[in-house]
């Protein structure tokens, strides 16, 4: 997993976990801006490719994420952390 310098990953973990199907009620917009602006903030102050932005958000979501939480262009590299019954 890429290891972006400076960045706190234990505060980027306990924002994620609006994308769990335990949190957040149903506000599945506000997940997916999360998302988007974390890949976004990556790619722009760490110069991580796209690619690579998402694979390290997604290396840090939680294991029970909702699959309307995140966006549709992303959803094949969280595919292993999609809760089975949101899909």
């Not at 976990?17 to 890949?39: F, I």
């Not at 790619?43 to 390290?56: D, N, P, V």
């Not at 958000?57 to 909702?66: G, K, R």
Request: some cysteine; overall charge neutral.
């Amino acid at each position: 997993m890429i290891e972006p310098k400076n960045y706190n990953v234990s505060a980027i973990r306990d924002a994620l976990r609006n994308l769990s199907v335990r949190e957040n009620g149903d506000n599945h917009e506000y997940a997916k801006g999360l998302v988007v602006g974390m890949v976004a903030t990556l790619c722009a102050t760490h110069q991580l490719m796209y690619e690579e932005a998402i694979s390290f958000v997604a290396n840090l979501s939680p294991f029970d994420c909702h699959a309307k939480r995140i966006p549709a262009q992303m959803l094949a590299e969280f595919r292993d952390k999609i809760a089975a019954h949101t899909r």
